[in-house]
């Protein structure tokens, strides 16, 4: 659960505004977008801004249920009922976040639906108990429609209980603002960092599944504010992580070179 002051975030469109009335009009949310591109970030901004607390759940190929709705433990020779995060937000009236929600497992539907149409209902098959949520509590999940998810997907059933959100990597000049503040670097860095993102993304179709995201971006500027020669810092943060193949890391390392010789 985090709280407190409200994370920084530049907005690329409308989406402070449509998800400020979803919230008030209790309607849940679904985020699409490739990695690293501001998704988290917006809901801890939302959250903040609308004073709820928030419960992220980075989901995984293993997640069940009853990780979300909780499970009894054993604890001094005794069993006792654990909530898992899905149902403390929902008992607080919180925003719970499911990120990458299509990794998690099929069972998990069974509880997300009656929770994201207008039932707005949790049912906790293992206590008996049926829980409703208040008018604060709001469900958002993500994805990164990517092709490795094109055969997860999600299911329409699913998708239409969502207003639906994509996002993208931000316009030069907003992106170039978002890097310079994130990292402190100066205004003219951070636009031809951002120059060289767009000229490595146009080679992504070649051979490498996501491009460089608005992440890798502040973390090579950051490297950079700390001293690293530049070409160091693009190697570490921007291309060493979006490939493992040595010589398409070479390929990239001369795009690099005609941005920062
Ligand atoms: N619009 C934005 N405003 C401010 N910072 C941003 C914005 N977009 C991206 N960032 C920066 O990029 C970083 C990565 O963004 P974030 O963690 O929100 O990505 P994400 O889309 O949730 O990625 P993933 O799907 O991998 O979880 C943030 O920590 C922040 O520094």
Request: glycine fraction near 6%; charge should be negative.
């Amino acid at each position: 659960m985090e709280t407190g002051a409200i994370p920084h975030y530049q907005a690329q469109a409308q989406e402070v505004t449509l998800f400020e009335h979803a919230f008030r009009r209790q309607l849940p949310v679904l985020l699409k977008g490739p990695t690293g591109c501001g998704k988290t970030r917006f809901v801890e901004h939302m959250a903040a801004k609308l004073g709820r607390p928030l419960y992220t759940v980075a989901c995984h190929d293993d997640l069940s249920a009853a990780d979300l709705v909780g499970r009894h433990l054993i604890g001094d020779g005794e069993t006792y009922w654990n909530d898992g995060p899905l149902t403390r937000a929902v008992r607080e009236g919180a925003i719970c976040y499911l990120d990458e929600v299509v990794e998690a497992r099929k069972d998990t539907t069974v509880i997300l639906h009656p929770l994201s149409d207008n039932r707005r209902i949790l049912p906790i098959e293992r206590t008996g108990e049926t829980l409703h949520a208040p008018p604060e509590f709001m469900l958002v999940v993500s994805y990164n429609p990517g092709y490795q998810n094109l055969l997860k997907g999600m299911k329409p059933s699913t998708r239409q209980r969502f207003v639906a959100l994509r996002f993208d990597y931000p316009q030069p000049e907003l992106e170039a603002r978002i890097v310079a503040q994130e990292a402190g670097v100066d205004d003219k860095l951070a636009a031809q960092l951002v120059k060289l993102a767009n000229a490595l993304r146009v080679l992504k179709e070649h051979d490498l599944e996501e491009s460089a995201s608005t992440r890798l971006l502040v973390y090579t500027a950051t490297l950079m504010q700390d001293g690293f020669e530049p070409q160091a810092a693009c190697r570490a943060a921007l291309v060493e992580p979006l490939t493992d193949d040595p010589e398409t890391v070479e390929a990239l390392m001369e795009v690099v070179q005609t941005f920062f010789a």
